[in-house]
């Protein structure tokens, strides 16, 4: 007794991806005074599963699940309940980068505004003397922030030591200080760790969603597409249900997503013709029969990728 709860407490060091689900959605996004053209288009979700024995022994032993070492997904002091309030954050940002884009590509004036909100600081950096938890980096040498990633790219774009002039918030007041980087782990950093936010403050259309218990940021290029083609009913897919997933950032950007096996298997099991997937996970799933597997890199290649592909045997990936 007391074993078999044991494999079910005790932590390891791995998730296991399950068999996830499509979700249709022409049921889960509402956009007001439209309705969706025919066919459907699904998002793809996997199982996520903490590190426990018994999830890691039936991922050995059954088909459909994946193990992953969890350093490669999060940072080592990163709880269970901090990723998953992470995950309903990223599922927010998901949705308000897709109706971002999407309403930005149907020619509707959307404004928006990009930061990056500290979370923690390492003690001793430069960023402890430099930033609060909560503060939000709006321009670093008077350039806007429009990437994740881009903090750290402008702290190694110069040696260890430099300095960069940043304009934050702090509780809605405006700052500007200059920040300096250190050697840490071999790279120059500032010593500190959030999350990339964009912030829309004039969409014209309020997008609605209903969709079941799924978190995470990699719905959204499926997000934008739905709401695109409702907006404009325009029948992207003449007439082909299309399933995919990738991160989507608020320029249109297709970012790289986890567990991209167990998702096209999800797109399979509803008869999706057409898979979408960010470049960057194509190598891992380009060999599966049954399903047209379209790598993309951006919204806008997404939606010409759509209009010109044909669909001819299923059992051919698209090259």
């Known amino acids: 007794m007391l074993l078999g709860g044991a494999l079910f407490l005790i932590p390891i060091p791995y998730f296991i991806f399950g068999p996830g689900a499509a979700v249709d959605l022409n049921r889960a996004i509402i956009v007001p005074h439209h309705s969706p053209p025919p066919s459907h288009f699904y998002l793809t979700d996997v199982d996520l599963l903490p590190g426990r024995p018994a999830f890691y022994i039936a991922a050995k032993m059954l088909p459909g699940f994946e193990i992953v070492r969890r350093r490669d997904l999060v940072p080592p002091n990163m709880s269970d309940r901090d990723l998953d309030n992470e995950l309903v954050d990223a599922m927010g940002q998901s949705q308000t980068n897709a109706q971002i884009v999407a309403e930005r590509a149907a020619g509707l004036p959307v404004k928006v505004s990009s930061s990056f909100v500290v979370i923690r600081t390492l003690p001793r950096s430069p960023a402890a003397r430099c930033f609060q938890a909560g503060d939000k980096i709006v321009k670093v040498n008077g350039h806007s922030l429009h990437d994740p990633g881009q903090i750290s790219a402008v702290a ?58 799924i978190n995470g940021s990699s719905a959204g290029l499926m997000f934008a597409l739905q709401i695109y083609r409702t907006i404009e009913g325009i029948d992207l897919s003449s007439g082909r249900d299309v399933a995919g997933t990738g991160v989507l950032n608020a320029e249109g950007k297709v970012l790289p997503i986890e567990g991209a096996r167990e998702k096209v298997r999800a797109a399979i099991k509803v008869h999706a013709v057409i898979f979408l997937v960010p470049m960057q996970n194509y190598a891992d799933i380009r060999s599966t029969r049954g399903i047209t597997i379209i790598p993309v890199t951006s919204f806008r290649e997404a939606l010409r990728s759509l209009r010109r592909s044909t669909v001819g045997s299923t059992d051919q990936s698209y090259i």
């Not at 782990?185 to 004039?202: D, H, I, N, V």
Request: include cysteine.
């Open 156 to 213: 190694a774009s110069k040696p260890p030591g430099a300095s960069f002039t940043m304009t934050l918030l702090r509780k809605r007041q405006s700052r500007v200080i200059v920040c300096s980087t250190f050697r840490y782990k071999g790279k120059a950093r500032f010593g500190l760790t959030g999350t990339f936010q964009t912030e829309a403050y004039s969409l014209p259309i309020h997008v609605q969603y209903q969709l079941p218990k």
